[in-house]
């Protein structure tokens, strides 16, 4: 069973460009997290999607930050226009419930860095 | 303001004693709590979890441990091995999100 994929695993782009993250989640799982870990952070969630449905975005850390799971599957975390707080290692997690005994598996992260 | 806190941030063990991460929580409200285990490039990895309703849980070589009256729970690892070597993060379930400390390298030492 393939695991959580995100893509890409880097980017480097310049403050006030554009960029897009892609998570692939683990196949039929309905729940899918967005984390971020900034350097000398702790790891800190963004948000989850139930399906398609954004079920709580409160770690979203502002309107620069937008994500999308168009019909269920894979989900988008696009950051317009980019600034240089926004570096960091932006995780994708999902799992089939929410139950204690249905984890959240991880991908690898992809490495933001804004020059 | 951290919830969950992991006061240090490395440790070193010799190869085959036991290793021991300690952790602290600050919500009394959180019902479940989970270890990770980070390679370098790599994302976290679930590793063991304990329900608040219990006071030990063990799996293989992995052990975690929870005193909810002084909220504080540990995980130890015996016999400690080389491929241990990594970040151990511990995380509460808080709802639908998880919570994690900033994590403890583990240097396992020949």
């Known amino acids: 069973e393939a695991g959580v994929t995100q893509f890409p695993s880097h980017s480097v782009i310049e403050k006030g460009q554009t960029v897009t993250l892609r998570c692939d989640p683990i196949s039929g799982h309905d729940n899918l997290y967005w984390y971020r870990r900034v350097m000398g952070k702790e790891i800190k969630f963004l948000l989850h999607?139930?399906?398609?449905?954004?079920?709580?975005e409160s770690g979203m850390p502002n309107n620069r930050f937008l994500a999308e799971r168009t019909g269920g599957t894979y989900s988008t975390l696009k950051v317009q226009p980019a600034e240089l707080e926004d570096s960091g290692v932006y995780f994708c997690?999902?799992?089939?419930?929410?139950?204690?005994?249905?984890?959240?598996?991880f991908g690898d992260g992809t490495r933001l860095s804004i020059l | 303001d951290q919830q969950v806190k992991q006061n240090s941030p490395s440790l070193s063990v010799q190869e085959g004693r036991i290793s021991i991460l300690n952790c602290d929580y600050t919500?009394?409200?959180?019902?479940?709590f989970l270890w990770y285990k980070k390679y370098p490039a790599e994302g976290p990895t679930f590793l063991i979890s304990i329900s608040s309703i219990k006071d030990k849980n063990e799996d293989g070589r992995f052990t975690v441990f929870l005193n909810k009256s002084a909220k504080h729970l540990s995980l130890h690892i015996v016999p400690s091995q080389p491929g241990d070597s990594a970040v151990y993060f511990c995380a509460a379930k808080d709802r639908d999100k998880i919570i994690f400390g900033k994590g403890t390298r583990l240097h396992i030492l020949p």
């Open positions: 919500n009394s409200m959180f019902d479940y």
């Open positions: 997690a999902s799992s089939a419930g929410t139950g204690w005994n249905q984890p959240q598996h």
């Open positions: 999607f139930v399906k398609e449905s954004k079920q709580d």
